[in-house]
């Protein structure tokens, strides 16, 4: 850094290195997208008129598989003594409930499942707290199992590209 508090010469180079690499990661990541590459969050809502507890989930996925280890290019750190642009900003998520715990969580190539202690009347959450890919074709479809206490309720979910 510069007596003036500019990044030196060897941060911008270096920064325009990590952008490329950034901007290549960014075409690659599409290109998956337009191949089949779906990103997903899953949300959990009780929407009853009581508290549930102890609830379980489980997600099958059929004629496709999620894949764990995808995830979306991060943009590098502008080199330090620049301030960020806004629409560059990462905003933090709010959670959508509090007063409960996630558990039993189990990622896999064609199952996810997760437990969550209790969920209050019109409170949600995700089933895992990150986007998940799932890698679709033709005929590619999610199917569910909810259930607590002695319920159980299941359907599924078609994927369409």
């Not at 806004?86 to 558990?103: D, Q």
């Not at 990150?130 to 890698?135: A, D, L, M, R």
């Amino acid at each position: 850094m510069s007596a003036a508090g500019d990044p030196s010469l060897g941060a911008w180079q270096n920064y325009i290195h990590e952008l490329e690499h950034y901007k290549r990661a960014n075409f690659h990541h599409r290109e998956q997208i337009l191949d089949g590459l779906v990103p997903i969050r899953i949300l959990v809502v009780n929407d009853g008129p009581e508290t549930q507890r102890n609830i379980w989930i489980k997600v099958h996925v059929q004629n496709g598989q999620f894949r764990l280890g995808s995830h979306a290019p991060i943009r590098p750190a502008t080199p330090e003594g620049l301030k960020e642009p806004e629409r560059f900003a990462v905003h933090k998520v709010i959670p959508l409930v509090g007063g409960f715990s996630r558990s039993d969580i189990k990622l896999g190539a064609h199952k996810l499942e997760s437990r969550f202690s209790r969920l209050q009347d019109g409170d949600g959450a995700y089933l895992v707290n990150k986007v998940i890919y799932i890698s679709v074709g033709k005929g590619t479809r999610l199917e569910y199992e909810i259930g607590y206490g002695t319920s159980r309720e299941s359907g599924h979910l078609k994927i369409g590209l």
